[in-house]
């Protein structure tokens, strides 16, 4: 009995083994010896792959709706705030706009904010979070600047307009990925 528990524990630690990246810190792709990752080697065990080969571009995105401009997007929200959550939330999107500003360092939790929607009563802009950032978002966070145009595949959230008195108010995009 004593000798059939140690067989079992030894083919076990056989079978982590080979779940195991073992190249030398720096060149696996998480940068420490033995840590585990995920079978094509592209992040810790148990992260999805969202973009498919280093430096390639996301997977196939299926949306809810048709593109649409920022602009269009958070429209609908000044019209109608309520009907509008309830139309997008937990929904796939995929929205067009100029990036009026920049947050995070795009390797770590980073976002993209769209101007959106500007009248006499107030300014509301998308903030756009992006998702897990992988290797191709995080080259194209780092070329965007302010200034330029970006299309993102995002999921509706489930909160309306956040209305800040000193800076314009917005309406989030979660689970946000760069398209272009």
Partial sequence: ???LQWLILGLAGLGLAACTDTTPSGSGSSGRAGAPTTPNGSGPTGAQPIAGPVGGKPAEFKADFPPMSAEEY???FAANE???IKKFQDKKVVVE???SEKEGNGVTA????LAAH???KETINLHCALAVIDDYTAAQFKKLKVGDKVKINGEGS???VTRRKEKPSYVDLSFGKIAQ
């Fill in 1 to 3: 009995m004593r000798l």
């Fill in 97 to 99: 706009g100029i990036i």
């Fill in 158 to 160: 489930n909160g309306g």
């Fill in 110 to 113: 980073s976002s993209l904010i």
């Fill in 74 to 76: 958070v429209k609908e």
């Fill in 118 to 120: 500007k009248s006499a």
């Fill in 82 to 84: 309520e009907a509008a």
